[in-house]
């Protein structure tokens, strides 16, 4: 079945530090990619959707300086969370979309821990 | 943009009965409607989905029914297993087939042995 592969799986960093998070799609080609972000004990926000060679569309309330995307390739999606903060703490997953397939066409990462110290 | 709503945010059953969860959207040009399981510190896992051209799906113990016109979707789990206990999100997508998906609230689903 189709994997996305999410690295790293958890990171810890400083306080003002920028810290990178890959979303590699590994069998398909994802010309469209998401990113949520999850608090402990709530459901899953959308950030942004990332899409192949064009800028990122972010949700409203979300800041497109803060949070970096990088869609340069069919495969790969990145997020840069700069200047992290400890409320930017959080569960980041990516989902990344097999327009090829009909059926069930959505395949997530296994998500990144950031803790920011 | 997409109002979703789900209920109820906790349900508690014994082993064997039946489970089910509500979630109510407010975009009428949502296409794809999927339930996931989200265990704690893991990604949400694809159980079921269904498609706005038809009303209902099953899939063993578990089934999705849809009512387009009162724009809500249900998840019905049968026969409930404690390896059920999770926490269940409904993500309908924002509009017609964009698999923007828009996830409800949680329900945390207890099944008591």
């Known amino acids: 079945g189709a994997v996305v592969s999410q690295h790293p799986s958890w990171v810890i960093c400083k306080s003002g530090t920028s810290v990178k998070i890959e979303c590699r799609s590994l069998?398909?080609?994802?010309?469209?990619m998401f990113w949520y972000r999850q608090f402990p004990k709530q459901s899953l926000m959308l950030m942004a959707t990332?899409?192949?060679?064009?800028?990122?569309?972010?949700e409203q309330g979300v800041e497109k300086d803060k949070f970096l995307i990088n869609h340069a390739s069919l495969t790969l999606s990145t997020l840069t969370v700069t200047s992290a903060h400890p409320e930017d703490s959080s569960f980041y997953i990516c989902?990344?979309?097999?327009?090829?397939?009909?059926?069930?066409?959505?395949?997530f990462g296994n998500g990144t821990r950031l803790t920011v110290t | 943009g997409e109002n979703v709503e789900q209920h109820p945010s906790t349900l508690s059953v014994q082993e064997g009965d039946s489970a089910v969860i509500k979630c109510t959207y407010s975009?009428?040009?949502?296409?794809?409607f999927p339930w996931y399981k989200q265990e704690l510190g893991k990604r949400p896992q694809l159980i079921i989905d269904?498609?706005?051209?038809?009303g209902e799906k099953k899939d063993q113990r578990i089934a999705v029914t849809l009512n387009k016109t009162a724009k809500h979707f249900s998840l019905h789990i049968t026969e409930t297993q404690p390896e059920d206990s999770a926490v269940y999100f409904c993500?309908?997508?924002?509009?017609?087939?964009?698999?923007?998906?828009?996830f409800g609230s949680g329900t945390r689903l207890l099944v008591r042995p």
């Open positions: 975009d009428s040009a949502s296409n794809y």
């Open positions: 989902s990344a979309l097999d327009s090829s397939s009909y059926n069930s066409p959505l395949h």
């Open positions: 269904i498609r706005s051209n038809v």
């Open positions: 993500a309908p997508d924002a509009m017609d087939s964009s698999y923007k998906l828009i």
């Open positions: 990332s899409n192949e060679g064009s800028k990122a569309t972010y």
């Open positions: 069998d398909f080609q994802a010309t469209t």
